[in-house]
Every structure is written in C-alpha cells, then in structure tokens.
C-alpha cells in the first residue's frame, strides 16, 4: 500500500499511536505535521492521499486547515479526529468537508476502519 497519509497532532504521542497503527497494518508512507500551519504546507507539497487532523492544536486549529486544504483540493479527503464535547467543532468540520470524525480515545479498530473506507 503507498497510499500517503498526513497524520496532524500537536501531540507527537497521538500521532505515535496513529503511525503505529497504521504501518503494522501495511500503510508506510505515512508524514507528520504538529500543527495546522505545517499541515496545510505539507500538504500543499505532498498532496497526501488522506489526512487524519487533531482539531484543537496551536497556530492554526483543524478547522482553520481543514478550510485552507479543501480551498486548494476541493477532492482532499479529511478526516478529523477530536476529544469528546467538541460536538459544534464536529458538525462545522463536517460542513466544510470532513469525510468522517474519530473521537479520542480511540481503539485501533477504529482508525483502520476509517483509513480502509476512505482509501480502499
């Protein structure tokens, strides 16, 4: 599997977890970004298959990319990821295009499952 996936967290163990889920189960191609602001460079130069955003980070917050990425690819696909009683967050990502919203904690099943549905 090359397809590349942008994991964005301010928490480099959040995106540990979500890397070592993903490259066990065959995704390698896999780059990081801590905030927003690198997300949206990022993938302005890589135009990664999938990206997985934290929605509350510094610099820019999900949304604020989420905006940005979908303003340069209306295609991006995006999928967010936040901790419970974020719910208006939720909906507005999911109105600017999110394709789907994983709640922290999360199980692995979980993120395979999304990742496996958006890019198979």
Do not use: H, W
């Amino acid at each position: 599997m090359d397809k590349k996936i942008l994991l964005v967290d301010d928490a480099a163990f959040m995106r540990m977890l979500i890397r070592n889920t993903l490259t066990t189960n065959g995704y390698t191609n896999i780059l990081e970004a801590a905030d927003g602001e690198i997300a949206v460079s990022t993938y302005s130069a890589e135009k990664p298959d999938l990206v997985i955003m934290d929605i509350t980070m510094p610099n820019k917050t999900g949304i604020e990319a989420l905006k940005e990425i979908k303003a340069m690819d209306p295609g991006a696909k995006v999928v967010m990821c936040s901790a419970m009683g974020q719910e208006a967050m939720v909906v507005e990502a999911i109105k600017l295009g999110a394709l789907d919203f994983i709640v922290k904690p999360f199980k692995a099943e979980r993120i395979l499952q999304t990742v496996k549905k958006i890019l198979d």
